[in-house]
């Protein structure tokens, strides 16, 4: 696996595409912000010969986090691809953000590929956000590998981080966690650390040295060996408690000694399923170095033993109409499957969609058919057209090499698929095709937001538009009752990074204001109105007089309207002017501008003249006996209720019980859930949660999850209803 010879193809092999599925690897890295994700996949490029000994790509610039805005922020902010060779393998390396605000790009990720490295600092250990990850992947069955990074820090202990990672990803099975090799350690420095300098392979006893920027192999020191002898016969022992050979173990037991070589074969194929997770050391290279440390053992990992795209299999698929589709998984030569796992745009060639094929072959210029279904919640509509590619490449940096055709298993860039959107199935025209999406998190964090001018207002809906097309974990609302434009969103970061991209890629420069939620009004009591709405000034007048009596409603009854006019009082061709008057009033608000529910209003009496009287005139007064009953009597404030859901760990179901009290909320019960967690559930007022995405986060340490539904709009208690009404008064 890595600890056999291999040699970088060049150029010339660089540029070669992939031939066939089964010489694709696709890998995506996870890991928490600042764990050397981004810095890993570049020490791979190296190694690789895909970059230069200063990190940067042979055209110019650098193979990962090359947005503007990543540069800024120092910290990725979006899935990167940068595809390699090794021993004649197409690797694409799947480069994503660290920061739960992003873990929308971090799906898209986990989508694409067919097996995880999951990236962890030696000196910061695993955090609940990788281990909820982790878990994701094994629900799955996607294979992954464990890369231990930062070990030149001061603490930094191997050992102790790979017992952390069997604590942690191990489960019921923390011998399905174990190192391949171990750590050699150089002089000691004036800080008494001693940096580590090579590796030395558990199964081969083959010492790898780095020291020079070179790999080196060696035979170890004979004395060096039983230091690696209990590490050794554990990682033996591991290997074959997963051997598809039952009769391995009996002969290991029995003191038959084991071929080096079928330990690698059975070591590959059950790191291939799924069923072992080995540990791995890496580190960038040296200024000047050409390879990085563990970099050649990661990528012989990861050549011989995750899986090709066939073994992986391909999603559920569907006819248009929702008729279930049986594919040869990963066949060059079925039909044409794939599916739009990233859109960005280019300021000179437009909309970019990254694409992952799971069958068929995609051509430059071929018309495809673009189906988009199941994010209208999001503010995606449905479609189904045909469009027409431009070019296709393969990206690398800010860098686009083109290609003529894309196989199944392979991962490309699309050009100017101008009504493609992220989650959308390509198929053929002919044969339309609809993939199941994957789940993607729901934004909960709102923000509310205006045109900062008139030129601004004239770009925003079509920068907004784009930008959500971009990103389907954020969701755009036009809301018709407070006549807000709220972008919702992951967290701040994701809040931050929607903002300068609007400024800095569309040119639209938005302020960001108060997040209202829609409130209600409704009668504290019965009351009566009389609505006079007489005026002559030559010509026909205007004459109409209603009375109304006005009563509450229990919730959820909305506006009712009852005729009790007796005698003519108001001729019948009126009452639903009258009814139509109050029912626009109510929309209005009578008492702080927000609509009125849940009463009853009753029509009992009222005047017309034969002449003046008309059906403008009984809604005007309609109106004002709503606004004359309301001035009589207390008009109460209605708050919307969320049910929410909260999913978080054992450890913090106390905090988080304590905090949804805080907001008022009131909790219904919790339920034992799986791995340790528990639900939470509780009914809050949605005043109470515009930032409990953030908060939450923060309470639990990015191990919380939740989720909220609007329930019903209930009474307002006196002294918040007060708060709020000062506050609309001071704005």
Not at 112 to 127: E, I, R, Y
Not at 148 to 165: G, I, K, N, P, S
Not at 709 to 725: G, I
């Amino acid at each position: 696996m890595g600890d056999k010879a291999h040699t970088h193809p060049g150029a010339a092999g660089r540029a070669r595409a992939a031939d066939r599925p089964t010489s694709v690897r696709n890998v995506v890295l996870v890991g928490p912000s600042g764990s050397g994700k981004t810095t890993l996949v570049e020490a791979l490029a190296l190694t690789a010969g895909a970059v230069n000994r200063a990190g940067r790509v042979e055209d110019g610039g650098t193979v990962s986090d090359y947005d503007a805005i990543e540069h800024r922020q120092q910290r990725s902010v979006q899935l990167s691809l940068v595809p390699v060779e090794w021993d004649g393998i197409k690797i694409n390396l799947l480069d994503t953000p660290g920061y739960a605000d992003f873990v929308g790009e971090l799906r898209a990720g986990l989508r694409a590929a067919d097996a995880a490295l999951f990236v962890v600092s030696a000196s910061d250990g695993v955090d609940g956000s990788t281990r909820m990850v982790w878990d994701e992947c094994a629900a799955v069955g996607m294979p992954r590998a464990i890369v231990v990074t930062h070990l030149e820090a001061a603490r930094a202990d191997f050992t102790e981080m790979t017992r952390v990672c069997a604590e942690a990803f191990g489960g019921d099975d923390p011998d399905a966690v174990l190192p391949l090799y171990l750590p050699l350690h150089g002089p000691e420095g004036p800080d008494g650390h001693a940096p580590v300098t090579g590796l030395i392979g558990l199964l081969t006893q083959k010492l790898f040295d780095y020291s020079s920027g070179e790999r080196e192999e060696h035979e170890p020191d004979p004395d060096r060996l039983p230091l690696i002898e209990e590490a050794r016969a554990r990682l033996i022992e591991g290997i074959i408690a997963e051997s598809e050979d039952e009769t391995l173990m009996d002969r290991y037991l029995g003191g038959e000694p084991c071929d080096v070589e079928t330990l690698i074969e059975d070591l590959e194929k059950a790191v291939a399923r799924g069923a072992f997770f080995p540990v791995l050391a890496a580190a960038p290279a040296a200024e000047g170095a050409r390879r990085g440390l563990g970099t050649v053992e990661l990528l012989g990992l990861i050549t011989g033993g995750f899986p090709t795209p066939p073994e992986h299999g391909t999603p559920r698929v569907t006819s248009i109409d929702g008729t279930p589709r049986e594919l040869d998984p990963c066949d060059p030569d079925a039909p044409l499957v794939a599916e739009v796992v990233k859109t960005s745009s280019d300021p000179y060639v437009g909309r970019i969609s990254l694409v992952r094929l799971f069958s068929g072959t995609l051509r430059a210029d071929q018309t495809v058919h673009v189906s988009g279904h199941g994010l209208a919640d999001r503010g995606h509509e449905d479609h189904d057209v045909d469009e027409r590619i431009g070019a296709l490449s393969t990206p690398f940096g800010k860098q686009q090499r083109p290609v003529s055709h894309v196989i199944a298993g392979d991962l490309a860039c699309v050009a100017k698929l101008s009504r493609a959107e992220t989650g959308d199935t390509l198929s053929a025209k002919d044969d339309p095709l609809l993939m199941e999406p994957w789940e993607m998190p729901d934004p909960l964090l709102p923000l509310a937001i205006r045109a900062h001018s008139k030129p601004d207002e004239d770009k925003l809906s079509q920068g907004l538009a784009r930008l959500v097309a971009e990103d389907p974990t954020m969701r755009l609302e036009h809301n018709q009752d407070t006549h807000q434009v709220v972008l919702w969103c992951l967290g701040e970061a994701h809040a931050d990074v929607a903002l300068e991209r609007l400024r800095s890629r569309y040119g639209v420069q938005v302020d960001v204001v108060a997040h209202r939620v829609p409130l209600r009004e409704t009668f504290g009591a019965r009351a009566s109105g009389r609505g006079r709405h007489v005026k002559q000034s030559g010509g026909h007048g205007q004459f109409a007089i209603c009375e109304i009596d006005v009563e509450p409603l229990p919730g959820g009854s909305g506006i009712e309207f009852v005729d009790r006019v007796v005698g003519g009082a108001v001729p019948r061709q009126f009452i639903p002017s009258v009814e139509k008057g109050v029912r626009a009033q109510a929309a209005k608000g009578v008492a702080a501008g927000h609509p009125l529910i849940d009463v009853r209003v009753t029509l009992r009496d009222g005047k017309a003249h034969s002449v003046d009287s008309s059906d403008a005139a009984f809604q005007t007064a309609g109106a004002l006996a709503l606004r004359e009953a309301a001035a009589d009597t207390r008009i109460n404030l209605l708050e919307p209720v969320a049910a929410v859901s909260v999913l978080v760990g054992d450890d913090y179901v106390g905090p988080v019980m304590s905090d949804l009290s805080g907001r008022r909320g009131r909790v219904l019960g919790t339920e034992q859930s799986a791995g340790g967690r528990t639900l939470v559930r509780a009914e809050v007022p949605e005043i109470e949660i515009g930032r409990y995405s953030v908060d939450l986060r923060a309470l639990s340490h990015g191990t919380a999850r939740f989720s909220r539904r609007y329930v019903r709009h209930e009474p307002m208690p006196a002294q918040v209803a007060e708060r709020v009404r000062e506050e609309a008064v001071g704005s």
